[in-house]
C-alpha cells in the first residue's frame, strides 16, 4: 500500500481538528447570500422593467418607415420605469391580467382644490405631447391611427416652424394597445422628462367595437379595474392635459347606437373622463367604416388639435365650469340640472325654466329687485349724460352673469339655451325643428336690449332684468353688440365640448351660428340701431326670429325684414293682459291693438307669428272667442301655442301662478281644437299643421302654407338669403310662400314631433312624491325662446 504525500495527512489532520468550526461558517457563508439574493433584488416584473419609451415594438420596420419620413422633431421620450411607483404587476406586457393584482404604490394627496394628484407642484404647460393609442382587430384602425400620426406631425412640424420650438405641440407618438403594459400609460400620467418639466401628455385613442372578446374588452376592464380600486386614486390620470376617443363602427349592420353602433368608444370615453377628472379635450367622434370615415376623422383631429393649441395658450383646459374640463358625467349631469332646477333654497319645489341651465355659477333666489327706469329722466336724454343699463358693478350684472348670461358692451346678452346643448347631444332640438327646420346647436339665442317695458308673472327672467318705458341709456354701436354675442356664443360652445355625450361632428357644426333668435329676454325691438344689427346677421346668413311684447308700435312700424315675426300674444283682453303682463305702459292696450294692425299689414312681406303662452286659470277658460278675435285682427301666418312655465320666481307667487297654473299638453290639444273650431266657424282658413309634444306645443298655420293638401311650415332658409340679397340688389319684394318648405312627416299633428334621429331621453324623476303637481314625464314642459 502507498502511502499518502505529506500535504494530504496535514489537510486531513486540520480537517478532523476544525471541521465543526468550518462547517458553521460556510453555512453561515451560504445562508446570508441565500437571504441577500432573496430578500434585497427581488426580480423585476418584465412589466416594469422592459416598457420602452414609444416604440411600437411589434412591427419595428413599420415604426422605421414613419420615424425616417417625418423631420428631426424634439419628441419626448416617455421615461422608462417612470411609473414604477405605482405598479400593477400583471406578469407581462401584453393581454389579459391574470389574477388578483397586487398595488404598490405611493397614498395620493390631496391638493388645494380637493382633487387629488401627485405631491409635486405640476409645472406651467410648455408643451403637448400627443400620444395615439390604437386598437385594431382587421387593422382598419391602425389604418387610419397612422393616417392621424401623419396628420398630427405634420401639424406639429408646421406650428414648429412659425412658433418655434420653446413651446408647442409635439409630434405624436403612437402606441397599438395590444402590445403595451396597460399600467404604464393608464395608471398614471407619464411623468414629465426632467429636460423638459413643462410637458404634458393629451391620450388621443382610436377604438373599433366588436361584440366579441377582444383586446378592448381587456382595455375597458383595466379601466374599470383602476377606477374601482379602492386602494387607488379614483382620478390618477388627471395629470394628463386631456383626453378624446375616436370610435370606428359598422352602421350596416349597427345602424344606431342603441343597437350598438361605437359601444365600446363610448365605454371607453366614459372611463377615460373618470380617470382623468374629466378632462375630455374634445368631444368623442365617431365613424362608420362603411362611408365617409376618413372625413369624420378629419373633422375631429382638426377640433382636437386647435384644442391643443387652446391648452397650450390657456395653460389647461381651465376648471370649475361645465364642459371646461370639469363637467359631470351625462348622467349625473342631468340630476344635477334637474335638481338645481327643481329645488329653491327654502326647499320649495319649483320649475324652471330648462333654457336657463346654467353654464356656471348657482341661481339664487336672491336676485336683485328689478332696476325700474321709468321713473329717472326722460327718453333721449344726450348719450353724453346716459347711465349704462347694466353697469358691470351693478348687482343686475352680477346676477345675470351668474345666471349664464354673457353680457355684452351695457345693454346686450347672450346665453345658451338648453336645447343647444340637447342638440349637441344629439337628444333633440326645440320645437323650432320641428316647425321651421332650426337645428339648436347652430342657433344663437341674444337680445341687444335686456331692459323690457312689461314684467310678465311667469317670466322668468324677471327680477334680474331692467324694465323701462323708454330708452334712456348709452347706446352701444350694433357692430360692438353683434362681435360681442358671437364671441359669447361661440366660447359658451367650446365650454361645452367637454360635456358628455356631444357629438364632435355637431360641435364643429355648431362652430358656425346659423340661426339668431332674438328674444332671449328684455325687448329687442327697444334698441335704437336694431335694423342694423339685423343686417349684420343677414349679411352673415343667419336667419332672424324676433319676438316682440306689442308695446313698441312705432318701433314695430319701423323694423326691417326678419326671416320671422312673433308677436307674444298673453291673454286676449284688456282685464287679462293687464294681469299676466303688468304692463309698464298705461296705454298698453292700445300699444296692443296698433302691434296688431302692423302686424296685418306685414303679412305678406313676412311670416308673422302669434305667440301664445297659456296660463291655466289666467288666459285659457272663456277666452277662445278673444283669441280667435284677435287672430282674425291680426290674421298671422302662424299661431304657436304652448303652456307656461312655472318658475317659482316671488313675483310670480305673489300674482297667485302655481303649478296649478301650468297645463297638461291634453289641455293645450283641448285648446288648440277649440281656437281651431272657432276660426273656421268664421270662415278663417287656418288647421293644425304641426306638434312638438316634448315641449308642449302646437302650431296652428294659415292655409296659404298648404300647398296640395300638404303643410309647408318649415324656411327654406338658402332660398331667403337669395331673395334677400336680390332684394337689397334691386328691390325685388318677396312674400313668405316664396321661402317655404314641406313639413316632415313626424312633425306633422298627430306624429309627435320627434325627429326619429335623436335620442330621446326622459327625465329622471328623483322625487317620487313632489309635493306639487308635476307635468307628465312624456311631456315635460321645456320652455323655448
Ligand atoms: C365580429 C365583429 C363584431 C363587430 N361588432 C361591432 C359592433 O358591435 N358595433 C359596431 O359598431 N361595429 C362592430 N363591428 C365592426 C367593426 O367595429 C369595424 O369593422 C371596425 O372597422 C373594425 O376595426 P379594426 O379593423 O381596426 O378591427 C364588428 C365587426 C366584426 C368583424
Ligand atoms: S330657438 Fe330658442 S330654444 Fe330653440 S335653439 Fe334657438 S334659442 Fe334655443
Not at 198 to 223: E, K, Q, S
Not at 550 to 579: C, G, M, W
Request: net charge neutral; hydrophobic share 35%.
Amino acid at each position: 500500500m502507498a502511502e499518502s504525500p505529506p500535504v494530504a495527512t496535514g489537510l486531513v489532520a486540520v480537517w478532523h481538528a476544525y471541521r465543526l468550526p468550518l462547517l458553521i461558517v460556510l453555512s453561515a457563508l451560504y445562508f446570508t447570500i441565500w437571504a441577500y439574493r432573496t430578500f434585497s433584488s427581488r426580480p423585476k416584473t418584465q412589466a416594469s422593467a422592459s416598457v420602452p419609451s414609444s416604440p411600437r415594438s411589434h412591427s419595428p420596420e413599420k415604426q422605421d418607415k414613419l420615424e425616417a419620413t417625418s423631420e428631426k422633431q424634439p419628441t419626448i421620450a416617455i421615461p422608462a420605469k417612470q411609473n414604477a411607483n405605482l405598479t400593477r404587476t400583471t406578469g407581462g406586457t401584453t393581454k389579459l391580467p391574470a389574477g388578483p393584482k397586487r398595488v404598490q404604490g405611493k397614498k395620493p394627496v390631496k391638493t388645494i382644490d380637493g382633487r387629488r394628484g401627485s405631491s409635486e407642484e405640476p409645472q406651467p404647460i410648455t408643451h403637448i405631447q400627443p400620444i395615439i393609442f390604437f386598437a385594431s382587430v382587421t387593422t382598419t384602425t391602425e389604418h387610419y391611427a397612422n393616417i392621424l400620426l401623419e396628420d398630427m406631425r405634420a401639424v406639429a412640424q408646421e406650428k414648429a416652424k412659425s412658433e418655434g420650438r420653446d413651446q408647442g405641440l409635439l409630434p405624436p407618438q403612437i402606441h397599438d394597445i395590444s402590445y403595451i403594459d396597460l399600467d404604464e400609460y393608464f395608471l398614471s400620467a407619464p411623468k414629465p422628462p426632467p429636460t423638459s418639466p413643462g410637458t404634458r401628455y393629451v391620450y388621443c385613442i382610436l377604438a373599433p367595437t366588436y361584440n366579441i372578446d377582444t383586446v378592448i374588452n381587456t382595455f375597458l376592464a383595466h379601466l374599470d379595474e383602476t377606477h374601482n380600486d379602492f386602494r387607488i386614486d379614483t382620478a390618477p390620470l388627471s395629470q394628463l392635459a386631456g383626453y378624446s376617443v375616436f370610435g370606428f363602427g359598422d352602421k350596416s349592420e349597427w345602424p344606431t347606437e342603441e343597437e350598438g353602433f361605437c359601444t365600446q368608444a363610448k365605454e371607453i370615453d366614459r372611463w377615460m373622463s373618470k380617470l382623468t377628472g374629466r378632462k375630455r379635450a374634445f368631444p368623442l367622434g365617431m365613424a362608420d367604416v362603411q362611408s365617409g370615415t376618413e372625413e369624420a376623422l378629419k373633422e375631429w383631429s382638426t377640433g382636437l388639435v386647435e384644442t391643443l393649441s387652446e391648452i397650450l395658450e390657456a395653460g389647461g383646459l381651465g376648471e370649475g365650469v361645465q364642459g371646461s374640463g370639469d363637467a359631470a358625467e351625462s348622467d349625473e349631469e342631468d340630476a344635477d340640472d334637474e335638481d338645481a332646477s327643481n329645488k329653491r333654497k327654502d326647499g320649495s319645489q319649483t320649475m324652471v325654466d330648462l333654457e336657463d341651465i346654467k353654464m356656471n355659477g348657482n341661481s339664487d333666489s336672491s336676485a336683485p329687485l328689478p332696476i325700474d327706469f321709468t321713473t329717472v329722466g326722460k327718453a333721449g336724454s344726450s348719450e353724453d349724460n346716459a347711465k349704462e343699463m347694466v353697469p358691470k358693478t351693478s348687482p343686475t350684472y352680477k346676477s345675470l352673469t351668474k345666471q349664464g348670461y354673457t353680457i355684452v358692451g351695457s345693454h346686450s346678452g347672450v346665453k345658451i339655451c338648453r336645447w343647444t346643448k340637447s342638440a349637441l347631444r344629439g337628444r333633440g332640438s326645440c320645437y323650432k325643428y320641428s316647425f321651421y327646420g332650426i337645428r339648436s346647436h347652430l342657433c344663437m339665442e341674444a337680445t341687444p336690449s335686456l331692459s323690457c317695458s312689461n314684467k310678465c308673472i311667469f317670466c322668468w327672467r324677471h327680477g334680474t332684468n331692467p324694465v323701462g318705458t323708454t330708452w334712456r341709456w348709452k347706446v352701444d354701436s350694433p357692430e360692438l353688440i353683434f362681435q360681442g354675442v358671437k364671441e359669447g356664443h361661440y366660447k359658451k360652445i367650446k365650454l361645452l365640448k367637454a360635456v358628455p355625450g356631444v357629438r364632435a361632428e355637431r360641435y364643429a357644426e355648431a362652430m358656425r351660428i346659423r340661426h339668431c333668435a332674438l328674444s332671449l329676454v328684455g325687448e329687442p325691438i327697444f334698441y335704437p340701431h336694431i335694423n342694423r344689427f339685423l343686417d349684420m346677421l343677414h349679411a352673415e346668413r343667419m336667419s332672424s326670429f324676433l319676438v316682440c311684447n306689442a308695446q313698441h308700435p312705432d318701433q314695430l312700424e319701423a323694423l326691417k325684414r326678419v326671416t320671422q315675426l312673433y308677436v307674444s300674444i298673453d291673454a286676449s283682453n284688456r282685464e287679462s293682459l293687464r294681469k299676466i303682463d303688468r304692463p309698464l305702459h298705461r296705454d298698453f292696450w292700445e300699444r296692443f291693438q296698433r302691434c296688431l294692425d302692423i302686424l296685418r299689414e306685414k303679412r305678406h312681406v313676412q311670416r308673422t307669428v302669434f305667440r301664445l303662452t297659456l296660463v291655466k286659470g289666467f288666459n285659457v277658460d272663456d277666452e277662445v272667442i278673444g283669441y280667435a278675435n284677435l287672430v282674425e285682427k291680426a290674421l298671422p301666418c302662424l299661431i304657436e301655442i304652448k303652456g307656461v312655465t312655472y318658475c317659482g320666481t316671488t313675483t310670480s307667487a305673489g300674482a297667485g301662478l302655481t303649478m296649478q297654473n301650468v297645463p297638461f299638453y291634453e289641455e293645450i290639444v283641448t285648446f288648440v281644437k277649440a281656437l281651431d273650431k272657432e276660426l273656421q266657424s268664421r270662415g278663417l282658413d287656418y288647421g293644425i299643421a304641426a306638434e312638438h309634444a316634448h315641449s308642449c306645443c302646437v302650431l296652428l298655420a294659415s292655409s296659404r302654407f298648404n300647398v296640395n293638401g300638404k303643410w309647408h311650415t318649415r324656411i327654406n332658409y338658402e332660398r331667403f338669403f337669395e331673395l334677400l340679397e336680390r332684394e337689397n340688389a334691386d328691390g325685388t319684394t318677396f312674400t313668405p310662400e316664396d321661402y317655404m318648405l314641406e313639413t316632415e312627416e313626424w312633425a306633422l299633428w298627430g306624429n309627435g314631433g320627434f325627429n326619429p334621429e335623436d335620442e330621446r331621453v326622459y327625465r329622471r324623476r328623483k322625487n317620487k312624491n313632489p309635493p306639487i303637481e308635476a307635468p307628465p314625464a312624456e311631456t315635460p314642459q321645456e320652455v323655448t325662446s
